[in-house]
């Protein structure tokens, strides 16, 4: 069975770092694309990042270009999402999905993903 279970969440203050993982487990974490999205009270769900399954492409939500930097470890079974220069818009709960490639990530085709791990930014 297809598992993902994210962590890293905490109250940081604006300009602060976190750094969230997704493990992965009952499949092999190779052969699929992982993204995050997230969502916050109110607010649509947004696309993050995603990363390929080779670990070669990476791409971003241009709210987080420059800030965020999305890495695998295959070996490992976990992604990371490395959140640096946070800001209070970058509140929200954080998740982490698997789909067949990146393309249908941000299309949102993707049907698991983990219970989420929350994130908020506050002075």
């Known amino acids: 069975q297809l598992q993902l279970v994210e962590s890293g969440g905490g109250l940081v203050q604006p300009g602060g770092s976190l750094r969230l993982s997704c493990a992965v487990s009952g499949f092999t974490l190779y052969s699929y694309a992982i993204g995050w999205f997230r969502q916050a009270p109110g607010k649509e769900r947004e696309g993050v990042s995603c990363?390929?399954?080779?670990?070669?492409?990476?791409t971003y939500a241009d709210s987080v270009k420059g800030r965020f930097t999305i890495s695998r470890d295959n070996t490992k079974n976990t992604v990371y999402l490395q959140m640096n220069s946070l800001k209070p818009e970058d509140t929200a709960a954080y998740y982490c999905a698997a789909a067949p490639r990146c393309s249908t990530f941000w299309s949102r085709g993707y049907d698991n993903w983990g219970q989420g791990t929350q994130v908020t930014v506050s002075s």
């Open positions: 990363i390929s399954s080779s670990g070669g492409s990476t």
